[in-house]
């Protein structure tokens, strides 16, 4: 992928047929509410991350093709080739990457789908606190944000490297979508901490509804 270029579309389109079926076969993958995920348009799926399923978990039940955002250490190897060829984009975590913010802004610029896990890191789940970098590109391309609940990929006692067994129960909750609402007279940077704070209650909120409408075995612990 060239520097600061969207990937081509057609990579997502590609790989989220394979992810289908590793969360119909080795997984019991299930989408709760697909339908509430707009098919055209620029559309962000925030996520909360407990575990390394997760991406892939919601690259594959997804009702649409998604760029995700990932982790530039994960781009070596087989692993790396693979994920870069179904249209992920590579994010330097310790800086403000512009490349990556562009090409995923470049994507929506095309009427495609971005995934991020706006709190950077695999933690419980419980979305405390997020980067700027969702916020930010929501509002420079007006796309419409869904809220994405993950659970069932982090067990009761284990910790965030761990898989779950195999035919475990996986499940990916959309919510309503939404678009930060932040009154434009307000300066830039205060305006993009207003609508990240935005972005963090309306995911905490949905995962935790999601927890209580799902049941207790997709907790996070």
């Known amino acids: 992928m060239t520097q600061g270029l969207a990937p081509h579309p057609s990579r997502a389109r590609i790989g989220r047929p394979i ?10 993958g299930t989408a709760v509410h697909p339908e509430r995920v707009p098919l055209t348009g620029p559309v962000i799926l925030v996520a909360n ?5 997760d991406g892939p978990l919601v690259f594959g039940l997804a009702p649409r093709p998604v760029s995700f955002l990932v982790k530039q250490e994960a781009f070596s190897g087989f692993w790396g080739w693979t994920i870069r060829n179904v249209g992920q984009i590579p994010i330097d975590r310790t800086v403000g990457d512009r490349a990556a913010l562009a090409a995923a802004s470049a994507v929506l610029e095309g009427g495609g789908a971005v995934g991020i896990f706006p709190e950077g890191n695999r933690s419980d789940g419980e979305v405390q606190q997020v980067n700027h ?7 420079r391309t007006d796309a419409q944000v869904v809220p994405v609940a993950v659970s069932g990929t982090r067990v009761p006692g284990a910790t965030k490297d761990n898989w779950p067994a195999f035919r475990s129960r996986l499940l990916v909750d959309f919510g309503d979508p939404f678009r ?4 434009p007279s307000v300066p830039g940077r205060d305006r993009l901490r207003l609508a990240s704070d935005q972005l963090r209650d309306a995911l905490a909120s949905h995962v935790r509804r999601s927890r209580v409408e799902n049941g207790p075995s997709t907790d996070v612990h």
């Open 19 to 28: 992810g289908k079926v590793i969360f119909s076969t080795l997984y019991r």
């Open 49 to 53: 991350h407990a575990a390394f399923l």
């Open 133 to 139: 970098g969702a916020a930010w590109i929501a509002l």
């Open 180 to 183: 930060l609402a932040v009154d």
